[in-house]
């Protein structure tokens, strides 16, 4: 049923739960998994004379995260793993890789964000849940 699993993790995330889920899919559907950090370098908002140092310090930790959740997928049994790190707004980014890696289901974590909270910050998962062409399966992460 699923062949290839979508995992997006944020470079400051410990959304262990998504890892795990993933992990427990990989292994039922004997399936790889994408592990996705999209580095969010807008240039409106990377101006200055340290903007290319701090996105180098970013991409830099997007890179050691997706390493870190490869180590725990292997570690659980995930033999398939794929490394990928891109640059982009995120939401859009993760919606152009499913189909770059022709993902069947998608895992993402969410906050338990409530009201005028989650209204406000336009929460990537949401956006990824109206737009995926194929299931998201979140994972939720508990109160902020």
Do not use: C, N, W
Not at 51 to 70: F, G, N
Not at 78 to 83: A, F, K, L
Request: aromatic residues 2%; without cysteine; hydrophobic residues 40%.
């Amino acid at each position: 049923m699923y062949d290839t699993i979508l995992l997006p993790v944020a470079p400051d995330s410990e959304a262990t739960r998504g890892i795990e889920r993933a992990a427990d899919l990989a292994d039922h559907y004997d399936a790889s998994v994408h592990v996705l950090a999209v580095v969010d370098t807008v240039e409106e908002v990377m101006s200055g004379p340290h903007a290319e140092s701090l996105a180098q310090r970013i991409e830099s930790e997007a890179m050691d995260r997706v390493e870190e959740v490869d180590d725990e997928l292997r570690s659980r049994g995930v033999e398939d793993v794929v490394e990928r790190t891109e640059e982009g707004r995120p939401f859009e980014t993760i919606i152009e890789t499913i189909d770059d890696a022709d993902a069947d289901i998608v895992v993402m974590p969410t906050h338990t964000r409530k009201g005028l909270q989650r209204m406000l910050l336009g929460s990537v998962t949401e956006k990824v849940l109206r737009r995926s062409p194929v299931p998201v399966l979140t994972v939720p992460m508990g109160q902020d």
